[in-house]
């Protein structure tokens, strides 16, 4: 059974930081590029980063480049967005995605993790 679980939101004041980890299971991570998206109410959803299958490549929105860093770790399967600086603005449900590199038409959800920054 394939699962995506996200962890390691909460509130934190404007400036905080939160490290947000994504537990995968089910499926061969390795073979996964693996995304953080995220939406906050009223919004539609963002693409907030992704890395590659071995971890050696990443993107970043502009809105959290210099902020925000993605990484995974393939011997426990799992992926991370560490967020510093956070900003009112970043309050949004954060969901990780998983997208087979051979297939556009293999992807899994998880259910999200609410962020909220505020003082």
């Known amino acids: 059974q394939v699962q995506l679980v996200e962890s390691g939101g909460g509130l934190v004041q404007p400036g905080g930081s939160l490290r947000l980890s994504c537990a995968a299971s089910?499926?061969?991570?390795?073979?996964?590029?693996m995304s953080w998206y995220r939406q906050a109410p009223g919004k539609e959803r963002e693409l907030v980063a992704s890395i590659s299958s071995s971890g050696g490549i990443t993107n970043y929105a502009d809105s959290v480049k210099g902020r925000f860093t993605m990484s995974r770790d393939n011997s426990k399967n799992t992926v991370y967005l560490q967020m510093n600086s956070l900003k009112p603005e970043d309050t949004a449900v954060y969901s990780c995605?998983?997208?087979?590199?051979?297939?556009?038409?293999?992807?899994?959800w998880g259910q999200g993790t609410q962020v909220t920054v505020s003082s």
């Open positions: 995605k998983a997208k087979w590199v051979y297939s556009d038409a293999r992807n899994y």
């Open positions: 089910g499926f061969p991570f390795s073979e996964y590029r």
